[in-house]
């Protein structure tokens, strides 16, 4: 689907693929297999979004739609749904199959992919219609032009966070499966009554009894101490005013009496006091741990453009007027040479008091 392309090529969707009872005889065809969620699932919505898409994509390729559904308030039973699904592809041949970017989707689409033995793209932003005889249109992109050809997709996916676009061509002969973002796409304009609705194949879900494939065995918490701060769930971080010797083994200490991760600020960094993989802010880390603990640092705009979404900050500064104060939501104005060393040793007198870390947070 190209967003910004022709709107007519939406029209007609409740004119659109059938599938039903047609599915069992239909030739192999290069159409489309979809997935639409029910109603009352996660993107209830975006189905008659990803419908017409697939009605538009299905009409470019000049074969057959197949949307497939499953019932309302269904225990899902994703295992059942892939196979069926998978079976499904395979009777039909389409030259993908869709299902839109949702949690659902998300871990169905590999389920799928890995029965048929395909590949899957997710967070798929576009799909393009190849028409090997066509002349490439916008940003080089092919176009669908000439009626009558053999055509391929060709999915879109962002890549470096969005500040580029990766083209993803299927293998020869496999059937992709396609989890498509429909984030900002238009819902069609004749609303639920585009979706074919007689042409939707219920797939039974019921879960069935079965042996678990996964037995947990064991729970290994990660440490705290090589821990990537992006999943941190504490961390006590270490500005240049605790950046000396002595200061900087008490932020370590402190660290590690509550189970979190050391960061640092940039001159911190800057000075080889700690590496780089641990500064927070505009160029490291974006954090969002549930306690940050702030210590010797003023609260750069720079910094606390990675603190934003910690859940709660403690900060302790010797200056009152530091701007990390206005962002804390504890601030002790101190001077850590001497709290430091003394809280450290408080903390450790109530774990040995209580025969062990405390995890409540
Ligand atoms: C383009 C650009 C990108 C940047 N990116 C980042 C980034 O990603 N992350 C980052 O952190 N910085 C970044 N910086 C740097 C940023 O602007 C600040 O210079 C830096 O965050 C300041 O670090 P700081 O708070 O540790 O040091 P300072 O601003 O020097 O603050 C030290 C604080 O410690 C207090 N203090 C000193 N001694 C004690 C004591 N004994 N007890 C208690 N308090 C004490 C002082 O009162 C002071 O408030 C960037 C800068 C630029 C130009």
Redesign the pocket.
Known sequence: MNRAADREQKRGVAAGGEAGDGVETAPASGGLLVLVEPPDAEDGPGRFVLAAEGTRLARLLEGPLHLVTWPEGADLDLEALATAAAGLAERTRPAAVLLADTDTGRQLAPMIACRLGSGCVTACSDVLVRDPAAPAGRAGRPVCMTPGRERTLVFVKPVYGGGLEQEIEPLHDTIPVVALDLTGMDAPETGAAALPVAGVLQVDVTPTPRVPRVRRLEMIRPDPRSVDLVHARRIVTA?????GDA?LAAVGELAELLEGSVG?????VDDGRLPKER??????RTVAPDLYVA?????????L??VKRAERILA????GS?P?FHFSDVGYV????MVLPALVKKIKEWRDASGGPDDSG
Do not use: M, W, Y
């Open positions: 500005g240049a005013g605790s950046a200061l640092a600020t940039r001159p911190v500064l927070i802010g505009q160029t490291g210590l010797g640092l003023s609260g750069s705009p720079h910094h453009a990675g302790i500064n010797k200056d530091a990390i101190a001077d850590l040479e």
